[in-house]
């Protein structure tokens, strides 16, 4: 049981570039998000998904897209990066059932925007 | 727009000594959870309180609801250099179960 995974661990983007840094979960859970941690900033919400085919934005939605093609993957798009991205970047998965839901958390990717 | 405040910041305190941490909000939650993060890693739940005036211990961790469930506080004794890390408090509304995060706690206990 591998929980959730992310890929890449680590990214180096130029200004204007695009990725995908990609998500999966084999839990079975119906709830993704995706969040950024920033020093002193705590946890903020990018985008969220409640199932496959379904997706809503989050705090700071601009310049992220993301799909939910399946219940395992929830990638999300840097369209065109900026400085400002450079963050660490944490995909979550839970079930959707009450206010006791555990998120479970990936390792996170460490981007680098120059 | 609902906010969770996280104090301290920062705790640097020697091994053997007691510390709180706490979580205030002028808002009500369903519940508050509490997440530990080490370098490198996500965060990982140690423990959620639902009902006011709860209290849940985990060893040497208290973890406190406030009566009218809007703060929370984490009570650690005679801690232990294991105990560093990152401590995040996570509240979720009524009727939205999307999280609202602290800013973190960052405890070193130093040996």
């Known amino acids: 049981n591998a929980g959730v995974t992310q890929t890449p661990k680590f990214q180096v983007l130029k200004t204007g570039q695009s990725m995908t840094l990609q998500c999966a979960q084999d839990m079975n859970h119906e709830y993704m998000s995706w969040y950024r941690q920033d020093p002193g900033m705590g946890l903020r919400l990018i985008h969220y998904s409640v199932g496959a085919g379904i997706t809503d934005q989050g705090e700071v939605p601009n310049g992220y897209n993301v799909s939910r093609s399946t219940t395992e993957d929830f990638p999300l798009r840097l369209l065109s990066a900026a400085p400002s991205q450079t963050s660490v970047y944490f995909c979550?998965?839970?079930?959707?059932?009450?206010?006791?839901?555990?998120?479970?958390f990936g390792p996170g990717t460490r981007l680098t925007v120059l | 727009t609902q906010l969770l405040e996280q104090s301290p910041q920062f705790l640097s305190i020697q091994e053997g000594e007691n510390l709180t941490v706490y979580c205030n909000s002028s808002s009500v939650f369903s519940s508050l959870q509490w997440y530990r993060q080490e370098p490198g890693e996500g965060p990982v739940l140690l423990v959620t309180?639902?009902?006011g005036g709860e209290v849940k211990k985990l060893k040497r961790l208290t973890f406190q609801f406030g009566d009218a469930r809007k703060d929370s506080s984490l009570h650690i004794t005679a801690a232990q250099p294991g105990d560093t890390g990152l401590y995040l408090c996570?509240?979720?509304?009524?009727?939205?179960?999307?999280?609202?995060w602290g800013a973190g706690t960052k405890l070193i206990i130093k040996p």
């Open positions: 309180v639902v009902t």
């Open positions: 979550a998965s839970s079930t959707w059932t009450g206010p006791s839901d555990t998120q479970y």
């Open positions: 996570a509240g979720v509304p009524p009727l939205n179960y999307q999280l609202i």
